[in-house]
């Protein structure tokens, strides 16, 4: 069975950051659905969201919230899945406020937590999950890694071919 990722985040005001995990994830080809649920303002749907995914094909959920950033947490509580955090810049504390609220979770309820607006991350933290048991996505991000490697390499041999 083919898993795919459930997206969460606590106000559409978060979706630049949630674009660059789609973006990321599509270019993965795996399949991902996107919602908007609050830890404080829609407590309920945010619950039976998490206590619905995996019987809904779910093999990972992302939640991406600032400030107060319970949402990541709250999702956490209601499955055994793995939750990955994005804590979501603010123009209050800049992120810190939310990175701590995400990745300062009390035992017995991880979180796994990326950078202040990490989308990217999050998504290939999803995939490496995924390819557990999916040699085909394995595969995939093996061949990103190499894209990376070799894409560094020509950026290196353009600088020292213009400086040296």
């Known amino acids: 069975m083919k898993y795919k990722v459930g997206i969460v985040m606590g106000s559409d005001s978060d979706l630049p950051v949630i674009e660059k995990a789609t973006n990321t994830l599509s270019a993965l080809g795996i ?14 749907e945010a619950a039976q969201y998490a206590q619905s995914a995996q019987e809904r094909g779910i093999g990972v959920l992302i939640a991406a919230a600032g400030m107060a950033a319970h949402l990541a947490g709250a999702i956490a509580a209601r499955t055994t899945l793995p939750v990955i955090g994005i804590p979501c810049k603010s123009s209050n504390l800049g992120g810190i406020e939310a990175l701590l609220s995400t990745v300062q979770m009390p035992g017995g309820i991880p979180v796994a937590t990326v950078a202040i607006d990490g989308g990217v991350n999050a998504a290939l933290l999803a995939a490496q999950i995924l390819a557990l048991s999916d040699e085909e996505l394995d595969k995939k991000l093996k061949a990103h890694r190499q894209a990376q490697y070799e894409g560094v390499l020509a950026k290196d041999k353009a ?4 400086f040296n």
């Open 31 to 44: 399949e991902f659905e996107v919602h908007v649920y609050s830890a404080h303002r829609t407590p309920d």
């Open 159 to 162: 600088i020292a071919e213009r």
